[in-house]
């Protein structure tokens, strides 16, 4: 079975920068996917970023100059580095991963207020 823990969300002001984490444990395999969904209230759940295990990137055009994915392998590792946060980036952070299957981490507020 395969655990994704996120770290990182919180407060911030417009503008402002977050880093969100996500460590992957279990059994995985070398080839996979990992990536940020964000969820608002009211809204569908949708694709804000993700990376390969041999680093191509997508990101939602939403986002796009603004958020970095990177990842280490070495210990399965995603970050999301949000830089200019917007209050409509507001949401629940979701880590993903996917290989043969379709995991989902537990999700980490982050809310851009003044």
């Known amino acids: 079975q395969v655990q994704l823990v996120e770290t990182g969300g919180g407060l911030v002001q417009p503008g402002g920068s977050l880093r969100l984490s996500c460590a992957a444990s279990g059994r995985l395999f070398r080839i996979n996917v990992m990536g940020w969904y964000r969820q608002a209230p009211g809204k569908q759940r949708e694709l804000v970023a993700a990376?390969?295990?041999?680093?191509?990137?997508n990101y939602a055009d939403s986002v796009k100059g603004r958020f970095t994915i990177s990842r280490v392998n070495a210990n399965n590792t995603v970050y999301l580095q949000m830089n200019s946060l917007k209050p409509e980036d507001t949401a629940v952070y979701y880590c993903?991963?996917?290989?043969?299957?379709?995991?989902w981490g537990q999700g980490t507020q982050v809310t851009v207020s003044s």
């Open positions: 993903n991963l996917k290989e043969f299957a379709n995991y």
């Open positions: 990376i390969t295990s041999v680093g191509s990137t």
